[in-house]
């Protein structure tokens, strides 16, 4: 429906036409008289503002009504008056007429999982999100850092693969499990009171080139992309994680825009969409409304499906309901009180605890349970207003992130963090039953999703190294991974066919053959050392 804006001189000769007699600003035919009775989504200029917008006043909208009809003409043309803005926006206190229910408030999907993104068990879920993609896109600028870095030493980088680069990841997010986050890498893998899945699955100073040498892009280029974006260390793998949250998961009719704060000192249970603010990039213009422009690009995704989206006074106007309300999006949120769009009469109150601008609710309904006897609108915002906040509430319990003075670091922790935190809550909504009634279900989550991870490259680290130290293997046994020594059956082969083996304990220069064998380390000993016992470990 067409905006038409009056100023107040022009409203005030309207009002005064009209109450003479005259037809005023009313239809100009029948036909469209019955076009507007009939037409439930009508509402005429005199009926509801131009906007859509209502402001709902929880101490005075009945005492208004009650005293509408005392007042005189005078007088009702000079509040029409008070209530236009300085942008010419008129507010109306009285609701339109009910009817069927408006197309912007219908919901047109079903939220929960896409058909492709079903996951058989825990650690399923996450590859949904830190993708394929992803992965190759951190392995192939990780080892590119880290040969570079090594060449300048001197000396080899060994590459990290897939699954050894799954292990990094998920001993970070089980250090985030354990709220050991703040706890020196180095305490985590060698301290014996600590988890040995630390120790068994890769050593401590590996664990530390890994971390070391992260890297999201190419550092050859970044230089020619920092010219046009800010966060070009980061953007590529940044753009991936959040095409891979839109497509995973189908919202319900509620979502929320808030900004999520990640300290850098090196911060609703799911997360659609985000933007990383970086400032103004290099040569664009500066941005008058930000919040607008941030919501619109936010919005781009759930554009004609009915949603609503609650959001706060940084972000809410009224220009931007009115355009969100052309793509079947409804708004919830608070008005600054500067703003150009709220008329004079409606600022100065001191009743009003809050300005609600809504395109959602078309009534007047208000909480009467209650003493305090809030408007519908002003519950359903608090209802769903901490939709960011207790994101960001669950995702800083468990934090994965340690310090460090690189920001792409912060950013790729935190994105860990939203990920897990993703993957739980798609998962449970396909098993329902998962877990159902443990307050720390997401701290089990982590446990259990990082155990399948690290369990492969724990199996190839045991098969692959030919001796490992004593504290490794026994921490592997705790981890339930046993070492199949082939040092326990080939003595005994060696015994019968009669070979004769170097004395483990003698020195090189002797060359001494042995053929008994230590029973203990299955080790052979000469005749001058076979009834030494060792105390030692196997290096």
């Known amino acids: 429906m067409a905006v038409q804006r009056f100023t107040a001189e022009m409203l005030v000769e309207m009002l005064q036409k009209g109450l003479e007699g005259e037809d005023g600003i009313g239809p100009d035919s029948e036909s469209e008289i019955s076009d507007e009775d009939n037409d439930p989504a009508y509402v005429s200029q005199g009926q509801a503002g131009v906007m859509g917008v209502s402001l709902l006043n929880e101490e005075d909208s009945s005492d208004d009504q009650e005293g509408s009809s005392d007042e005189s003409p005078e007088e009702e043309i000079q509040t029409q008056s008070d209530r236009f803005s300085k942008n010419g926006s008129y507010w109306n206190e009285n609701p339109p007429t009910h009817g069927r229910t408006k197309s912007h408030n219908i919901l047109r999907s079903c939220p929960g999982p896409t058909p492709g993104s079903v996951a058989v068990s825990p650690k399923d879920a996450p590859d949904k999100f830190i993708s394929h993609n992803i992965i190759e896109e951190v392995l192939k600028c990780t080892n590119l850092e880290g040969r570079r870095a090594a060449a300048v030493k001197g000396k080899d980088w060994k590459s990290i693969d897939k699954e050894e680069f799954l292990a990094f990841i998920d001993l970070t997010l089980l250090a985030g499990g354990d709220k050991s986050w703040d706890v020196a890498l180095r305490e985590l893998f060698l301290d014996p009171l600590q988890n040995p899945i630390y120790k068994a699955t890769m050593g401590v100073g590996r664990y530390e080139n890994i971390r070391r040498f992260l890297r999201f892009d190419d550092r050859r280029t970044r230089a020619l992309r920092l010219e046009t974006d800010h966060m070009a260390a980061f953007r590529y793998v940044w753009e991936c994680f959040l095409d891979n949250c839109r497509r995973r998961f189908i919202p319900s009719d509620c979502v929320t825009i808030d900004e999520q704060l990640v300290p850098f000192r090196g911060r609703v249970p799911y997360t659609i969409d985000g933007t990383v603010y970086t400032g103004r990039q290099p040569g664009e213009e500066i941005k008058k409304k930000l919040g607008e422009t941030v919501v619109q690009q936010l919005c781009s995704g759930i554009r004609g499906t009915g949603r609503n989206i609650t959001m706060d006074n940084f972000f809410t106007s009224v220009p931007l309901a009115e355009k969100l309300l052309e793509k079947d999006l409804t708004i919830v949120g608070t008005l600054r009180q ?37 408007p519908d609108v002003i519950l359903f915002y608090n209802q769903t207003k901490g939709g960011v906040d207790i994101m960001d509430q669950m995702v800083s319990a468990y934090t994965c992130k340690r310090r460090t003075r690189r920001w792409p670091m912060v950013l790729w922790s935190n994105m860990l963090d ?12 396909q098993h329902p039953g998962y877990m159902s009634g443990i307050s720390n279900a997401r701290r089990l989550f982590i446990k259990e999703l990082g155990q399948e991870l690290v369990t492969p490259h724990m199996k190839r680290r045991m098969e692959s190294t030919p001796i490992l130290q004593k504290p490794i293997v026994e921490a592997m046994g705790r981890c339930g991974i046993i070492k199949q020594n082939p040092g326990t059956t080939q003595p005994q082969e060696d015994i019968r066919q009669g070979k004769r083996k170097r004395c483990a304990i003698c020195t090189t220069s002797k060359d001494r053959k042995a053929s008994s064998w230590f029973s203990q380390c299955t080790r052979p000993v000469c005749k001058e050392h076979r009834h030494v016992v060792l105390f030692g470990r196997n290096v």
Request: proline content about 6%; cysteine-free.
């Open 338 to 374: 500067n703003k150009a769009d709220i008329p004079p009469v409606m600022k100065p109150s001191k009743l009003r605890e809050i300005y609600s601008s809504d395109t959602m609710h078309d009534d007047k309904a208000v909480d009467e349970s209650n003493h305090k006897k809030k």
């Open 418 to 429: 939203v990920a897990t935190l993703n993957a739980l809550a798609s998962f449970t909504s």
